[in-house]
């Protein structure tokens, strides 16, 4: 894969960067204190963010890796924004600054259908946040903090454990009301909410035989849906990066 999405990383990250006294010199971004380095590495598939520290004379020592992203061909400019995001939240953890709220979680909007009737991520988000209504909250701090839907992120830290706890603890009916929703939501969706639907099983499933189990069985009748499941299952066992976001608590 080219490097032709590294601008747009750049981009959504260099505003912080400049408000922060970095400035660009050749590839890197230096302060009197840190140098900052993006790149990406095609043997991994991976933007990776590295950051160096200066020491009393200023000069900097040996870069180190602080956060990686999985970026392959399948994505695009939209999704290289998230990973100028992520890095920049990296960074500020970095250095001890604390996030300014992006707006006020009052004034965050939920995520709505699309009219065309195709689902997208927003649409699919807006599912499940119908279905898990506590989430709603949670959806607006998230967006009045990163101030764009880092959605891999957000389906990780709140809806991957509600996923495992329906298809654990949920009865007959709830578990084909749930999937009904997924299913129509799989038919329904563009390919990147097909992508997320499939993830979000292997996640909640991951070393979980029953969980596994039990969406076979629900997947049964739906053979094109139950083979990508299956068929993206050792896949995702391989994918670090994706199981460390979508699976909290290893």
Avoid at 45 to 54: E, H, I, S
Avoid at 157 to 184: A, C, M, P, W
Avoid at 185 to 210: F, H, M, Q, R, W
């Amino acid at each position: 894969m080219d490097n032709r999405y590294l601008n747009d990383v750049l981009e959504e990250m260099e505003p912080f960067l400049e408000e922060n006294g970095f400035k660009k010199i050749g590839d890197e971004y230096k302060n009197d204190k840190k140098s900052v380095s993006v790149k990406y590495d095609d043997a991994r598939q991976m933007y990776v963010l590295n950051v160096a520290d200066a020491d009393e004379e200023g000069n900097f020592g040996e870069y180190r890796e602080i956060s990686a992203w999985l970026f392959d061909d399948t994505q695009n400019a939209k999704d290289a924004v998230s990973v100028g995001i992520d890095f920049t939240d990296t960074l500020r953890k970095e250095l001890g600054i604390k996030h300014k709220r992006a707006s006020a979680v009052q004034d965050v909007e939920l995520p709505s259908a699309s009219k065309s009737g195709n689902i997208t991520v927003a649409g699919f988000t807006k599912k499940m946040l119908d279905i898990f209504p506590p989430l709603k909250a949670e959806y607006k701090n998230h967006i009045s903090v990163y101030g764009n839907f880092l959605y891999l992120n957000f389906y990780g830290e709140f809806l991957v454990g509600n996923f495992k706890k329906v298809f654990l603890t949920g009865t007959s009916k709830q578990i084909k009301k749930f999937v009904d929703v997924l299913r129509e939501s799989y038919i329904k969706g563009d390919k990147e909410t097909v992508n997320l639907i499939v993830a979000l099983l292997c996640a909640a499933s991951y070393k979980e035989p029953d969980v596994s189990g039990r969406i076979k069985e629900a997947l049964y009748e739906d053979k094109h849906f139950l083979t990508s499941y299956e068929n993206f299952m050792p896949v995702f066992e391989k994918n670090s990066k994706l199981r460390n976001i979508l699976i909290k608590n290893q």
